[in-house]
């Protein structure tokens, strides 16, 4: 079964719109969890790391007030983007490093499809 | 130049045939690799990892060149269910930051 949770799955909403992207860990602890995301035919790129308790450290190009990004437990991060724009719409997935899978380097959620009008 | 760089493909292949695909990544510190697969609109999808040594799992050989900076996986006898993209990933650093590349889409037809 899923061991990492992404909520919501799709999110269609007006620009300007703040839009909030929960990623849970089920049945681990994860210090650090990694946001990406992901255009039509492209790969993904990482946006930023998110570290438990502490500031998440992004990517370059990758704007921080524009993408805010919570930490507070060690089974939930969350990103928020921020009055969202048509350009933001994208597919956007998170993914957590449980350290007792030393043969899993990362457990991805299901993915958010957000798309902006 | 991009950290890691696959042939997009798309190959189109018939069923039972031997496939090949291509990866070289730019970083001579990167310490672990991967092939993942990702099916349309679907989260990526660990299928396996590749080691120094080589490494087979049923019907798939991944193989790594550390030299030439260059990773292999070889699916043998195609299944439709094959169908997919498969991206070559890159673990940089200890930071277990995954870099992927853009993918090389397989599509196996009857």
Partial sequence: ?117 | RKEVEQDPGPFNVPEGATVAFNCTYSNSASQSFFWYRQDCRKEPKLLMSVYSSGNEDGRFTAQLNRASQYISLLIRDSKLSDSATYLCVVNADSSYKLIFGSGTRLLVRP
């Fill in chain 1, 1 to 117: 079964g899923a061991v990492v949770s992404q909520h919501p799955s799709w999110v269609i909403c007006k620009s300007g719109t703040s839009v909030k992207i929960e990623c849970r860990s089920l049945d681990f602890q994860a210090t650090t969890m990694f946001w990406y995301r992901q255009f039509p035919k492209q790969s993904l790129m990482l946006m930023a790391t998110s570290n438990e308790g502490s500031k998440a450290t992004y990517e370059q190009g990758v704007e921080k007030d524009k993408f805010l990004i919570n930490h507070a437990s060690l089974t939930l991060s969350t990103l928020t983007v921020t009055s969202a724009h048509p350009e933001d719409s994208s597919f956007y997935i998170c993914s957590a490093r449980n350290a007792g899978h030393v043969d899993q380097p990362q457990h991805f959620g299901d993915g958010t499809r957000l798309s902006i009008l």
